[in-house]
Structures are given as structure tokens and as C-alpha cells.
């Protein structure tokens, strides 16, 4: 055929091949409009296609699939669409749906020859990672920021997978930088919207905290928790019209004369200065607060306060009519939420001056509180093209020319590439072991799995763990959900749990499993491995690279060392890399232990 | 249910939807660059398939250029369907520029654009091209002498020209810039905008850095181990220079001087080391620098706009000669300002920001005041925005001057501008030193026998509406790109093996281009086109530092390399 002289001139017996193909796409939003338009020119035959988000005014500067008119739907559906009408012979399928769904098992992915991921988010990333370790299918992993680009080649056994490298720690801050001591903008932006926002409009974060208390803080972590109680107990005044007043004096003026009075804390620092409301208001009565569409430069505080107690109007006004259908609303954060952002931004820089930190526009806090990542067009379409090219290697299984490929801004090169790097032996995600157990769901418990299985077939000592979605289901301290049946506990056909060997000497790798539902004979076990499962020794040096379970928890050691440190963080600036970087999320840490992750 | 509020408050006016749809490029190059963006009008001469043109009109819809126009003499046929997304089947047999303009316009109804049907040298005989901000010229044109004289107009109206190739997996961007073209906005990356003047320190800065470290041996550890770095180089300098005659070599005495700094360093506490010394030993290599005038902006200076400036000159060049001026007085550049983060308590941190800051705004003060006298003298009515000249002041280290040159369209006829053979032949004959692969170089002598074997099939069916199919079936046109190619290497003129060898490699690239169609690869345009409308936005924006000048990519091997011609 005409239209595909030059494709299948340049591709010879590749192209022909290219028909017969079913590839899977996760994720149809900057890189994934470039990449299905290239796939359905490269003369793909079947591509499925699964995202769960909707489109958005903000992807129209690249997402070339997507107009106006098609704000708020499926961008799975729209990317089909759009695309289809350009090779009328490609089969194109849509799933608005999460990948992490279900039915997305482990055999589904068996069902394509390569999968393409095109995601804004780590946590999909290592879950299709792991999905196509599983079920031994070719990745073409890729990510953008900015001007800068990345695209991986993952095929388990033959090269790095995902999880092999570290990925860069997220964000995080000690609750007392937050709360107490905070020295730089994004604290007090964090402190805006993490603390604030939630415990007057939203779900107090207190409740769900885990603070292990420790001699150095136990006296003002009991603090912080009675002045969270006091503003809740001010929430009940939130349809009276000095409630933004209340706020006010309560966090501006009576919460920073309580810290200003700790002189232990200010022996090295600046102390804070409280602001006064009514001298604040006098001087901010003729301001207009439409001064909140001025983004580019900083407010005064006057300013401040006038965004302050309009954004506190236009919210409590929200709530009342969200009152209609429930109980208690909740109001969260949301970057394009200009009611939200404009009272995250008025807060975080009053926050600010009381704490002489320099105040930011509305600009600048709206990419540091909503994590925005810069997106542009041409950078997707590098990306997606690089993709493509390494695909074709991959196709050919020709993995010893396939690369490792990085765009950059630089112009000295434009485009840098290395060879595949061979899996790190020492990975907790790829050097796993894997296979499949039949469960009886009438019968079977968790205990039948752990004695009879683990310890009695595959002679696993006492010191294991089980997993399932990084929550410990078992380990020998967790015994109550021995006698619980699978499906109590949530796990049902193609969830996956994963056993750790906790044993001091000689440990294995873990063991991840795929659940399969089955109905078993009365005289057989409820729980059968139905293949042969080896699972091999770890290798000695194993401690050098960190898994991602003990990547997250690095803030621990971190936070610790900071606490011992005044205040100001010292976070070098990290190294630039591309993928890990769009994933960022907020978590602010106690550095005793507890987690909250904000984003 | 709660009763509905009397009265609806106001709804308060967000950011506009042309805004938000712009904020994640609004955070690249500011709304100064979305105004250059959508103030200019994008000129495309488009030939060949056509593909690699279009995807780069794509790419600058999309973030809201103002107005492109295509030139575009070719019908649709049933193979533009097959690599051309901005296409479809009811285009087939309709004037390709008038198609494709239509389906990129769909894509942002803020964006106009025109499309003409006419051959490029018709166009160009009877345009005004001045009318443009950028031209995007797309081999082949199918005639060498047609794509010099848009090189020439382009050159003598001193606007920037793009010329590109997309043929099979290979592709070749080159940028022919105006003989000046001034870049201040170059967005460094962070790490290399301090300027601290650790070796050149201003009075207030070593005042406060005695006063705060004079006791430093008698501090408490906390107080020790929280001293900014920057205190602590300049402590330990003093000391050094009263052990060593009042000297510091910046040559010689880096190693002695971080290993003098490290060993007064407190051991003797839980971390076994303090981290502010941690920090001062990584710091001191870069910081340790006497600061100099780098020779982009040198260069600035003795260009004649600097050094002569007129009523009617750029704001820029008024402000080059304020600084100048600022140079000559003092040998250095104005501070920057900005302190990087580092271990420390807040107040002697915020302590350290605001002598920095102070300093700098001293220093953009007596810029400003240069630049005043200057307007003054030359009778300029209309004041530079003190952000401008603050603005430049703070990215004075990295202004960056690019002399543009003219785009070589025929090497064999026109040479390879002021390049030596040696150096071509360095270019011909270096194997990348990271992949060990040969060079790229190749490609672009195997594009321009492409270039030269299709121009001369033009010239005996000049009716053909397609060159490209007319070229492939032409059965000696391989044999036109091996002379060309030949004869180009008879020229660098040297028996050297290695030459010999990228002879045969550059011809294997020819006949790979021969295989491919020679035709567009949806993939590799699509991927070009993106590189080449960064270009453009970069060169528009006038913003980060665009390629100089010849980009040249191999889809092959996924590489990429740029050449200076």
C-alpha cells in the first residue's frame, strides 16, 4: 500500500511484523498523545490504552489529542478517538480505568508484546514495573521535566528494571520545622496547606498521626496537639462573622506568643512576632481583595490579610452549601482551586512575616504547594519519539542496542545514551521470585498459607513477613490474622503478597505470589503452590543498595540529623533526574517515626 | 438540609483560561516569552513529505504561537496519508498546505494561520520575507541555488532561518542565526550562578566574617558546628594568608587550604564531624575562584553597538554599555546576590542573605545610574524599566553572545564557511568517545550528496509534483550521491585510513537513505520536529542558549550530535 511506502521500505521485515502486535500504553497524557500518534503511524496493529484521568484545561498546551470541548472527560476515550480517525486499519482500544485495577492481572499483560509507560506518578510506574517483571513482558518506561527527558528499557533478566537505582527521597520536613520552627517559605506553605486548610475545612491530620514520642520533643509535640484541639473547638464558630478574625489571632497572635515564649527555642534564632489583627485590618479595610489575581508579585501583608479573610468568606460560604448534602464536608487543597490557593497563599506568607521569611507570589506557591511539574510540548515529542526507537530494538530483541536515552538541555549533545545496565542482582523488586498459589476461598486462612506452605513445603524459618500492597498482613508479632480466611483480609483472585525472609543468616529473595481463586477438593489442602517455586538466596553483599521500602523511610536518619541541627534544612540540591522528579510528593515526617505523606 | 444563603458572595475572577492553559510553560519561559511567542508569525517553506515541517508547526500551536504560514506547492497523495498526521482521507487531492493548516489549527483557536501554494522559489522571487520573526526552510528544495537565496535573504534581513532534513532514520537541524544575536535570559542552573567573592570580598563582608568568627576556637560545639561555610572560608583565608606571606594562590594552594580548613574541623562529637565544614570543603573548589568577566560578555563589550550606542539602540546594548562603564571602574561584574543554602542558624543566615543582597543592589544602583547618564546624552525620552537593568545585572556572569553564520547548503560549491579541513576531517573521522561510535558527521556529508542527487532529478523532470518519488525511481540516483559524496571527500584532500573508512561508512548511510525511499518516518519527523521547535522557542523567547549550529540525529542509534560549521 501507498501510505506505507517509506515505513515499511526503512523497516523491512519489522514492519510487517508490527501489524500482528498488541502493545499496551498506560497513561495518555503528554507523552502518551505523542507516543499513540506515533505508534499509529508506525503501523502498530492493536494498541490498548488505560488511564483514569479526565482532561484539563492545563494539558491543552501539549496534549494535542485533547480540545476544549473535551475538558472533563475520559482522556483514554478522547486519545482513541481522535487518534482512530488517523489510521482507520489500527485497532485501538480505551480503558478509562486505574491501571492498578484488578482485572489488569497478570495474565492480561501476558496478552501484549510490549507495554509503553507513559505516567506522571511513581507509584503506577513501580506497579506496571513490577506487573511486566511478572509476566515477562518488555517496558519501555519514560518521563519528563521540563526540558529534560528519560527513556528505559526494562525487560526482566536482560537490564535495570525500574526499582534497581535508588529513586530520588521525596521531600520531607520535621513536624516541629513545621509547626514550631519553620525557617524557609515551603514550610510555612506546607504548614498552610497540610495544617491549616485541614483542620478548618477538612479532616484533622492529627488523628491519624503516629508521633512515637521522644525526650527532645515530648513537651511540644503534647503542645502542638492542644493547639490543633483549640482551633477545632473555633471550627464551631465557622458561620460567625469574625470567624476569619478568630483564625487570625489564634494562629497569627496567640500560637506565636506561646512559642515565642519557649526561650529555648529562640536562643539561636530569630524569634517570631506576633501580628495584630485590628492594626492589620484598619490598614487593609480599602484594599481590594481582587488583589488575589495579581500572581506575579508578592503581597504585602495588608494584601495578605485582605486574600485572608475574602478566601475564608468564599470557603466558608462553600461549606455551607456542601452542608446540603453531607454531614461534614471536606475542603482539600487543589492547586487549580483558586478559593483553596488563594487562602493557602495568604496564610503561608503571613505565616512568613511573622517569621521574617521572604513571602512568595501566588505563582511561585501555587507550583511549590501543588507540586507542578513544567510540561511542553517539544519535550513530549523527543520522548515519545525515543520510545518508539528503542521499541523497535526491543521488538528485534536486539537488547545489546538498545539504550538508556536522556534529553537534555544542554546543546552539546541534545541527546545522551548509554547501554542497558544488567539487573542489580541486589534489587528487592526484580530479583524477587515469583509464582502463583491456588487459595479455596471457603476454607482457606492465612494460616494454611504461612504453616503449611511457607514453613512446611518451602521451609521458611519462623523470621517471615507477609505482605500485601506494603501493608504487613503477618509477621511473628501480627499472629490475630492467622485464622482470618483470604478473603477477610481482603485478598482475593490476582491480588499479589509478597514474603520477606526475615532470617539473620543467609535470607532469600522475596517471594511475591499472584492469588488465584479456585474451588479445591474437600481432600486436598486449601491452599496449593501449583508450580514448582524455588526461591533463591539473597547475595551477601546485599546491604549496599537500598530497596524502595527503606528509600521512603530515609527520613528517619535524615530527620534525626536535622533535629539535632537548628533549623535550617540543608538539603543539597538534588541532582537533576528526570522521571523521579515528576513524582514528588509533599510528606512531611516526624522525625520520631510517624509519616504523613500530603500529596 | 441547610436552607440556601440569602445572598451568593461574589465569585472572584481567577486567572484567565488563556493562563491556565499556558501555566506549565509559563514556568519555563515566563510571560516575557509567551508574549515573544504569540507576537511572532512562523514562515515554513515546506518540500518533501513534508512531515518533519509540519510536527514542528505542532509543536509551536500547541504553547500559542502567534501565526505561521506554510508554503507548500504539493497535492496530497495516498502516501502523505500514511506519515502525515495533519491529514485525512477527504484531503487526498487537495492542496497540501491549505490541509494541513486547517487540521493544526484545530489544535488552538488563539493561533492564525495562512497557507500558499506556490513552489518555494516563486514564493521567494516575489515575497517581502521580512514580515516573518523565523524561517523553517525543509529540504530538499530540490534546487541548491533556491535554498542559498533564501539563505541570503534571510542573512541580510538578519532573521533566524532553521534548515532541515528528515530522510529515513536520519535527521539534521541547522540554525543560521543573525551575525549578532544577544541572549541575557540564559536561565543558568543554580549551582553555577554563585558568585560569593570569597577571594574579592567587599569591606562590609569581611567586617562581619572577623566579627562573627573572631572567637571562633572558644564557641560551643553547637555554635561551632553552625557557622555558615562562607564565614569559614573567609576565617581560615585570613589565617592562611598570615602564615603565608598574605598570599593565597587560587593555582596552588586549593588542596593545602581545604585540608588546613578539614583539620579544624571538631571530631570529638557524636556525628565524629561537623556538617557547616562537611559543606565548606565541597564548596571550596568552586567558590575558591577569583571572579572574572567571561568572555561571552568581553566580547559584548567590543562589539560597536556597545561601545557606540545610538538614540535608536536596543535597550540591551545601552545597558552593555552601562556595565561597561561598571567594569572599567571596578574590574568586577555587578553581584548577582543570591546565597545558597547552607547549614547555619537563622539570623546569622538571614544576617549573611542581607549583606549579599545589600551589595548587590548597590551595584545595580550605579548601573542604573549609568544607564541614566547615557539616556540622557543620547536625548532618550523613554526610561529602561528598572527591571530590565536589574535583570541583567543578575544574569550579567552568563549573557551569552552567539555569533550566527551562514547555513552551508552546498559544501562542495560554497566550502565549509571558515572551518579548516583539518577540522573536517576531525569531525569525519572522530569516533564518539562515549558510545565508540563513529562519528555523525557522515550523515550530514551523505544529507548534501542527498540534496545534490535530488536537485539534479529535478532538473531533468522539473514537471515532477513529487521529486521524491521522482528521484527513487530515477535508477542512477544512488550513483549522484556517491559522486557527490566522492567528491567531497576528494576535497578534505588527505590519504589517512581512517578517512578512507568514514568514505565507506558515509556511503553505507547513503545507501541506507536510498533504501528508506527515500522518504519522511512519521517517528523520526515527529521527533525532529520537537528538537527543532525548541529551537525555535528558545530563539523567539530569546531565552536558554539555542544550538550553534548544526544538530545532527541518528535515529539508528538514538544519538545526537552538534557541530559548530
Known amino acids: 500500500m501507498a501510505r506505507e511506502r517509506s515505513m515499511s521500505q526503512s523497516l523491512g521485515s519489522l514492519s510487517r511484523q508490527l501489524k500482528q502486535l498488541r502493545v499496551l500504553m498506560v497513561g495518555a497524557g503528554g507523552i502518551g498523545c505523542e507516543l499513540l500518534k506515533n505508534l499509529v503511524l508506525s503501523g502498530f496493529g492493536e494498541i490498548h490504552v488505560v488511564d483514569l484521568d479526565t482532561i484539563d484545561l492545563s494539558n491543552l498546551n501539549r496534549q494535542f489529542l485533547f480540545r476544549h470541548e473535551h475538558i472533563k472527560k475520559s482522556k483514554a476515550v478522547v486519545a482513541k478517538e481522535t487518534a482512530s480517525k488517523f489510521n482507520p486499519s489500527v485497532k485501538i482500544e480505551a480503558h478509562h480505568a486505574n491501571i492498578k485495577d484488578g482485572h489488569f492481572n497478570v495474565a492480561w499483560f501476558k496478552t501484549f508484546n510490549i507495554v509503553f509507560n507513559a505516567l506522571d506518578n511513581l507509584d503506577a510506574r513501580r506497579h506496571v514495573n513490577r506487573m511486566c517483571l511478572m509476566a515477562d513482558i518488555p517496558l519501555i518506561e519514560s518521563g519528563t521535566t521540563g526540558f529534560d527527558g528519560q527513556v528505559q528499557v526494562i525487560r526482566k533478566g536482560k537490564s535495570e528494571c525500574y526499582d534497581c537505582q535508588p529513586k530520588p527521597v521525596q521531600k520531607s520536613f520535621p513536624i516541629c520545622t513545621i509547626r514550631s520552627t519553620p525557617s524557609q517559605p515551603i514550610h510555612c506553605i506546607v504548614w498552610a496547606k497540610s495544617y491549616l486548610l485541614p483542620e478548618i475545612f477538612g479532616v484533622s491530620e492529627e488523628a491519624d498521626m503516629d508521633i512515637s514520642e521522644n525526650d527532645d520533643n515530648i513537651e511540644e509535640i503534647k503542645k502542638l496537639k492542644e493547639e490543633a484541639l483549640a482551633l477545632k473547638k473555633i471550627r464551631e464558630s465557622l458561620f460567625k462573622d469574625n470567624f476569619a478574625k478568630l483564625i487570625f489571632e489564634k494562629v497569627f497572635k496567640q500560637d506565636i506568643d506561646r512559642l515565642r515564649s519557649i526561650e529555648d527555642m529562640w536562643k539561636s534564632r530569630k524569634p517570631p512576632e506576633a501580628l495584630d489583627h485590628d492594626e492589620i485590618a484598619q490598614a487593609s479595610a480599602g484594599i481590594d481583595p481582587g488583589v488575589s489575581r495579581q500572581d506575579q508579585t508578592p503581597w504585602s501583608v495588608t494584601q495578605n490579610h485582605a486574600v485572608f479573610v475574602d478566601s475564608i468568606r468564599r470557603l466558608v460560604s462553600r461549606y455551607k452549601i456542601m452542608q446540603g448534602g453531607h454531614t461534614s464536608p471536606v475542603i482539600t487543597f487543589d492547586k487549580d482551586d483558586e478559593d483553596t490557593l488563594d487562602f493557602v497563599a495568604a496564610a503561608a506568607n503571613l505565616r512568613s512575616s511573622v517569621f521574617d521569611i521572604e513571602t512568595k507570589s501566588k505563582f511561585e506557591i501555587k507550583q511549590m504547594a501543588g507540586n507542578i511539574i513544567p510540561a511542553i510540548a517539544t519535550t513530549n515529542a523527543m520522548t515519545a519519539g525515543l520510545c518508539v526507537l528503542q521499541a523497535f530494538k526491543v521488538l528485534k530483541g536486539e537488547y545489546h542496542k538498545a539504550k538508556m536515552v536522556f534529553l537534555e538541555r544542554s546543546t552539546a549533545r541534545v541527546i545522551n545514551a548509554e547501554p542497558l545496565h544488567p539487573p542489580n542482582p541486589s534489587c528487592v523488586v526484580c530479583g524477587n521470585a515469583s509464582s502463583n498459589v491456588l487459595i479455596d476461598p471457603t476454607r482457606a486462612t492465612l494460616g494454611h498459607l504461612v504453616e503449611d506452605v511457607l514453613k512446611q513445603e518451602l521451609g521458611y524459618s519462623d523470621d517471615i513477613s507477609v505482605l500485601h500492597e506494603s501493608a504487613i498482613i503477618y509477621d511473628p508479632d501480627i499472629e490475630d490474622n492467622l485464622s482470618k480466611k483470604f478473603t477477610d483480609l481482603g485478598l482475593k483472585s490476582d491480588s499479589v503478597i509478597t514474603i520477606i525472609d526475615d532470617a539473620d543468616e543467609d535470607p532469600r529473595v522475596n517471594l511475591s505470589l499472584s492469588i488465584n481463586e479456585q474451588t479445591l477438593p474437600e481432600d486436598k489442602q486449601p491452599v496449593i503452590l501449583p508450580d514448582k517455586v524455588e526461591v533463591p538466596r539473597k547475595p551477601k553483599q546485599a546491604n549496599g543498595i537500598k530497596g524502595p521500602d527503606s528509600l521512603n523511610g530515609n527520613g528517619e536518619q535524615q530527620g534525626e540529623k536535622r533535629k539535632r541541627s537548628a533549623s535550617i534544612s540543608t538539603e543539597p540540591h538534588s541532582k537533576k533526574q528526570a522521571s523521579g522528579k515528576t513524582d514528588d510528593a509533599l510528606l512531611v515526617d516526624d522525625s520520631a517515626g510517624g509519616a504523613i505523606v500530603l500529596d | ?565
Open chain 2, 1 to 565: 438540609m441547610a436552607p440556601p444563603i440569602a445572598t451568593t458572595p461574589p465569585v472572584l475572577q481567577g486567572p484567565s483560561a488563556k493562563e491556565k492553559k499556558y501555566d506549565r510553560q509559563l514556568r519555563l519561559w515566563g510571560a516575557n516569552g509567551q508574549q515573544a511567542l504569540e507576537s511572532s508569525h512562523i514562515l515554513l517553506l515546506n518540500s518533501g513529505a513534508g512531515v518533519v515541517g509540519v510536527e514542528t508547526l505542532k509543536n509551536l500551536v500547541l504553547p500559542g504561537t502567534g501565526t505561521f504560514t506554510i508554503v507548500d506547492e504539493a497535492v496530497v497523495c495516498e502516501e502523505d496519508l500514511g506519515v502525515n498526521f495533519f491529514l485525512e482521507q477527504s484531503s487526498l487531492g487537495k492542496s497540501r498546505g491549505e490541509e494541513c493548516c486547517r487540521l493544526l489549527l484545530e489544535l488552538n483557536p488563539e493561533v492564525k494561520g495562512f497557507h500558499i501554494q506556490k513552489t518555494i522559489a516563486d514564493f521567494v522571487k516575489r515575497s517581502d520575507l521580512s514580515q516573518y520573526t523565523l524561517i523553517i526552510l525543509v529540504a530538499p528544495v530540490g534546487s541548491l541555488d533556491v535554498a542559498s537565496e533564501v539563505s541570503q535573504i534571510a542573512w541580510d534581513l538578519r532573521q533566524p532561518l532553521i534548515y532541515v532534513h528528515s530522510v529515513g532514520f536520519y535527521s539534521h537541524t541547522s540554525v543560521q542565526l543573525p551575525p549578532s544575536f544577544p541572549i541575557v535570559d540564559t536561565h543558568p542552573d543554580p549551582p553555577s550562578t554563585q558568585d560569593l567573592r570569597l577571594l574579592q570580598p567587599w569591606s562590609e563582608l569581611l567586617a562581619y566574617a572577623k566579627t562573627q568568627t573572631a572567637d571562633l576556637e572558644a564557641f560551643s560545639d553547637h555554635d561551632h558546628g553552625h557557622v555558615p561555610w562562607i564565614l569559614l572560608l573567609l576565617h581560615y583565608l585570613e589565617k592562611w594568608k598570615e602564615s603565608h606571606n598574605g598570599e593565597f594562590s587560587v593555582r596552588d594552594d586549593k588542596k593545602a587550604f581545604r585540608e588546613f580548613v578539614g583539620s579544624h574541623a571538631r571530631t570529638d562529637n557524636a556525628e565524629g564531624g561537623e556538617e557547616n565544614y562537611d559543606e565548606a570543603l565541597t564548596a571550596a573548589n568552586r567558590a575558591l575562584t577569583l571572579p572574572t568577566i567571561p568572555s561571552d560578555l568581553k566580547s559584548l563589550l567590543l562589539e560597536e553597538e556597545c561601545q557606540i550606542p545610538r538614540n535608536s539602540s536596543a535597550n540591551f546594548w545601552l545597558i552593555v554599555n552601562a556595565i561597561s562603564t561598571f567594569i572599567k571602574k571596578h574590574s568586577l561584574l555587578p553581584l548577582p546576590g543570591t546565597v545558597p543554602d547552607m547549614k547555619s542558624q537563622s539570623k546569622d543566615y538571614i544576617a549573611l542573605q542581607s549583606l549579599y543582597r545589600q551589595k548587590s543592589q548597590q551595584d545595580i544602583s550605579e548601573v542604573t545610574s549609568n544607564v541614566r547618564a547615557l539616556e540622557h546624552a543620547l536625548n532618550r525620552h523613554i526610561p529602561i524599566p528598572d527591571a530590565e537593568i536589574s535583570a541583567f545585572c543578575k544574569n550579567a556572569a552568563f549573557v551569552k553572545l552567539i555569533h550566527g553564520r551562514k547555513l552551508i547548503i552546498n559544501p562542495l560549491k560554497h566550502g565549509w564557511n571558515d572551518n579548516s579541513i583539518t577540522t573536517i576531517i576531525e569531525h569525519t573521522t572522530t569516533m564518539n568517545f562515549v558510545s565508540g561510535k563513529p562519528s555523525l558527521f557522515p550523515i550530514l556529508i551523505a544529507l548534501y550528496g542527498f540534496d545534490s542527487a535530488i536537485a539534479a532529478a529535478a532538473s531533468v523532470r522539473p514537471e515532477s509534483n513529487n521529486l521524491l518519488a521522482a528521484a527513487s525511481a530515477s535508477p542512477g540516483f544512488f550513483t549522484l550521491m556517491e559522486t557527490y559524496i566522492r567528491d567531497v571527500f576528494g576535497k578534505l584532500d588527505s590519504t589517512s585510513e581512517d578517512l578512507d573508512e568514514a568514505l565507506q561508512h558515509t556511503l553505507n548511510i547513503a545507501r541506507e537513505i536510498q533504501r528508506s525511499g527515500p522518504g519522511e518516518l512519521h517517528n523520526i519527523s515527529s521527533l525532529t520536529g520537537g528538537m527543532i521547535a525548541q529551537e525555535v522557542i528558545k530563539i523567539i523567547t530569546k531565552q536558554y542558549v539555542p544550538v550553534d549550529n548544526c544538530l545532527v540525529f541518528d535515529g539508528i542509534e538514538s544519538a545526537s550530535a552538534v557541530y559548530r560549521l
